[in-house]
Each structure stands twice: as structure tokens, then as C-alpha cells.
């Protein structure tokens, strides 16, 4: 990684830009963590940092620092892999290494913005400047704007590259997805007066980026880390990347429908958006099954073993397979049924199933990603898992599923509590968080958060000195 790394040994420009992307991206990585915990204390002790920095602009921070980190290891891993996919140079780099620099300075002013200006009425020039109010979202206008013209100069170098250079089934979908990608968001940059059409759009910025667009990016990303990593054979990778299209744009936009009651559209919506929900993260899986199953056959034909040349980056592409079919399959699925999501909409549930679906589904991969661009960049031919990278995903992964079954607790009371026994009431809402389940879920939902954090210590220190002498005497 990071500030070490001199990209001696990347052939292209566009992959020296995705490693700058990389950089941005951990950092913001440790600041949402760091966000989330200082959210996850003030939310037991409410006198904690009280009158000097505020609860909901903590978790604002930390739900925000979470989507741009991801969008910028995404944009870093489509520059890693575009000139390896295409066989030329990334068509605009000049205008793409501008675009970061634009990028990261305005990011930069927003993250300072919501820090220091906290509180605020809300006026047309707020909107503009100050905070858009919109949960995911809440970006000012100007930054809004910002982010179209650096996604519209990145589409442009992507695009064009393309259709110069060769043309892989991996890229063909990539290039189709980062169109829908970059026209979904323009849903969520009008603004109307009424409620439920304001969130009607939002819920399709929000929801169809990560059960749509999102999921068929952590698909081609999977489909290339499986080629460079263990030599996968390209042709069943982009079989099932074509079916998990047909799939999640399909179950993803189908899939919304399990919010749509909420904001009065017909009941049908809710078996629906159950139905189809669940099966978004099916093709993902089933193509790092078909891949291992052939990969180790053809190798034990051969009389030879199989061959992993980056240990840390496999490790964390088998996290995301199978934890984005239980993040976002599983603990999405059992608390959006219609007969269930009528008790659990709203309650902790849904931040089990948020936490474990986003790390699960894509935060896995773009670490991934991240130790296969550090690999590239250091010319490691094959790189072993060191002990700083096992603590590391070790403590990462048994933190978030110590979180999610905390949340879950936590969520399971209030469910039973608060909904069911005390009609979802304000005075019901209150008991429910004073209870001992509630605080302890919430207790041991700190402590996993911490254990998080240590693990993400542990993966900046391996990534920082990859390609030390220990690395090189693991390789």
C-alpha cells in the first residue's frame, strides 16, 4: 500500500492513479471506523463529547465516510484492472488524475463542514452548502454536482478506453454497469415537497446502488481477482458475471420493492421485494464455487497443487462470497418478509443486517483489491499471508459477525418489547432502550467495534510493509 509504495513495477499510469485511490480510500476507511465508535459510545453515554461534537453528526460521518471510501477503492480497483482488461493505457489519464485531486479536495470540505458547522437551520443556501438532510446522502449541492463531473470523467476514460482497446466480457459489463451506476445517482439530485416521492427517489439511489449496481461491480472485480490470482479460466467467470446480471439487475430493482409499503405503494410490494431480495447474492457464490471446483480438479489432473499467488487477497474474496449471501442474503432475507418486517422495520435488525451486508458484500473485495494492487506494485510474484494479515482479517471478520449478533440481540428485543408487547409507541421505544438486552447488545456492540478497529490496525500495518524484507521471506 500506501504512502511507501513507489509503483516501481506498474507498467501503467492508470494503475499508478488506482493506487492513489487506494491511499484515500484507507484513510477514510479508519475515519469511518473511528466515526462508528465514537457514534456506538454516545449512543450508551450521551454525556460522552456532549456540546462538543454531536451524536448525529458522528453517525452522519461515519455512514458517509463509508460510501466514498468504497467509491473510491471501486474507482481505484476499475483503474488497476482497465489497462490488464483493455491491453492499452486509460484513455484521459491526465484528466483522470485531475478528477481524483478535484475529488479529494472536495471530500475533503464537506468531512470538515459537517464537523464544524453542526448545527444549523435549514434554508435553501444550507442545501446548497452546508448539508442536503438526506440520510446517505447528505452532501451539499455544490459537492453534489462536484461528484457528477469527476463520475462523468471517470465513465468517459473508462468508456473510451474500451472501445480502443480489447474488449473482455468483464469489461463489457463494467462499462454497462458504471452507466447505470452513474445514472442512478441523478435520481436522488431533485428535490420534492412531498415525503413520499422525496423518498421514493432516495430509496432508488440508495437501494439500487447496493442491490444492483454495486453487486454486478463486486462481480466483475471477483471475476478479474479470480483470473490474476489463481488463474481461473475467463470463460466461467463471465458465464455466471452474464447470469449474476440477468440476476440482480432483475432481482435489484424487484427487489426495492420490500421498502415501497413503507411509503404507501401497495401491499403486493412486500412479497415482491422479500422474494426477490434474496436471491441477489446467489450468482456471486455460485461462481466462486464452479471456480474452486474446476480450479482444483484441473489442478490435481495435472499432478500439480494448486496455486494461490496472493494469500491475503484469496482469503478476502472468499470473506466476500460468502459473506455478502449471509450479510445481504440471509440477515437480509429474515427480517424483510412481509409477516416479519412489519415487527422489525426500523429496529436494530436493520443495522445487523446493514453492517454485515456492506462489509460482506463489498468492503471484503475491495480489501482484496487492495492487496492485489500492492502486490502489482511491489512485483511480488507470490505473496504469502503474513501474521499481520491474518490477525487482521481474523479481527475484522469476527468483530463484524460479534457486532451483527449483538445488533441482532438488540433488535430481538425491541421486537418483542417495544413492537409487540408495547405497540411501537414512543413510551414502548423508551422502555425497550433502557432495558438490559438493549444495553448490553449495545455494550458488546462497542467492544466488537473496538476489536474492528485493532483489526483494521493490523491491516494497514501488513499493508504498509509489504514488501519489507519479512514479506519477501514469506514469498
Not at 138 to 159: K, Q
Not at 385 to 390: D, L, P, R, V, Y
Not at 427 to 442: I, N, R
Request: aromatic fraction near 16%; charge should be negative; proline fraction near 2%.
Amino acid at each position: 500500500m500506501l504512502t511507501s509504495i513507489k509503483n516501481n513495477h506498474l507498467k501503467y499510469e492508470s494503475q499508478k492513479l488506482g493506487m492513489m485511490y487506494f491511499r484515500v480510500a484507507i484513510i477514510l476507511f479508519g475515519a469511518q471506523l473511528l466515526m462508528g465508535l465514537i457514534a456506538a459510545i454516545q449512543f450508551m453515554y450521551p454525556s460522552f463529547l456532549y456540546g462538543v461534537f454531536d451524536f448525529s453528526v458522528a453517525r452522519m460521518v461515519h455512514i458517509n465516510a463509508l460510501v466514498v471510501w468504497m467509491l473510491y477503492a471501486m474507482i481505484g480497483s476499475v483503474y488497476l484492472m482497465l489497462p490488464d482488461e483493455t491491453g492499452i493505457e486509460t484513455v484521459g489519464i491526465g484528466l483522470g488524475k485531475l478528477a481524483f485531486w478535484v475529488l479529494t479536495a472536495a471530500v475533503t470540505v464537506v468531512v470538515l463542514v459537517f464537523i464544524f458547522i453542526q448545527i444549523g437551520s435549514g434554508t435553501e443556501s444550507s442545501i446548497w452548502f452546508i448539508n442536503e438532510g438526506r440520510e446517505y446522502l447528505e452532501a451539499p449541492r455544490w459537492a453534489d454536482i462536484g461528484i457528477v463531473v469527476v463520475v462523468l470523467i471517470f465513465y468517459y476514460n473508462v468508456f473510451f478506453t474500451y472501445m480502443k482497446g480489447q474488449r473482455t466480457g468483464i469489461m463489457t459489463v463494467m462499462v454497462a454497469n458504471l452507466m447505470a451506476l452513474a445514472g442512478l445517482y441523478l435520481a436522488g439530485m431533485f428535490f420534492t415537497d412531498n415525503i413520499s416521492m422525496d423518498q421514493y427517489w432516495w430509496w432508488w439511489v440508495i437501494h439500487l446502488w447496493v442491490e444492483a449496481t454495486w453487486e454486478v461491480f463486486v462481480g466483475t472485480l471477483a471475476a478479474y481477482a479470480l483470473i490474476k490470482i489463481i488463474d481461473a479460466k475467463r470463460e466461467i467467470v463471465e458465464m455466471w458475471l452474464w447470469i449474476e446480471v440477468l440476476m440482480l439487475f432483475g432481482s435489484g430493482i424487484l427487489g426495492l420493492g420490500h421498502h415501497y409499503f413503507w411509503i404507501g405503494t401497495p401491499e403486493y410490494w412486500w412479497e415482491i421485494g422479500a422474494l426477490f431480495s434474496s436471491l441477489e447474492p446467489v450468482p456471486l457464490v455460485a461462481m466462486f464455487v464452479h471456480v474452486l471446483y474446476d480450479w482444483g480438479k484441473e489442478q490435481g489432473a495435472n499432478g500439480e497443487r494448486p496455486v494461490i499467488k496472493n494469500g491475503p487477497a484469496m482469503a478476502w474474496l472468499v470473506t466476500n462470497a460468502f459473506g455478502n449471501f449471509l450479510g445481504a442474503g440471509i440477515w437480509g432475507f429474515f427480517h424483510t418478509l412481509p409477516q416479519v418486517n412489519i415487527y422489525t422495520h426500523g429496529t436494530q435488525f436493520t443495522a445487523a443486517h446493514g453492517h454485515l451486508a456492506f462489509f460482506g458484500a463489498y468492503a471484503t473485495i475491495l480489501i482484496g483489491m487492495m492487496y492485489y494492487g500492492v502486490q502489482r506494485a511491489h512485483g511480488i510474484e507470490k505473496m504469502k499471508a503474513t501474521f499481520k494479515s491474518k490477525m487482521a482479517i481474523t479481527l475484522i471478520v469476527f468483530g463484524m459477525l460479534g457486532m451483527t449478533v449483538a445488533l441482532t440481540i438488540a433488535g430481538y428485543e425491541q421486537v418483542l418489547v417495544e413492537r409487540a408487547e408495547l405497540g411501537a409507541g414512543w413510551d414502548a421505544y423508551f422502555v425497550a432502550q433502557a432495558l438490559p438486552w438493549m444495553k448490553q447488545a449495545m455494550g458488546w456492540r462497542t467492544v466488537m467495534g473496538v476489536v474492528i478497529f485493532v483489526g483494521f490496525v493490523y491491516l494497514v500495518w501488513d499493508l504498509l510493509t509489504i514488501g519489507s524484507k519479512e514479506s519477501k521471506e514469506n514469498n
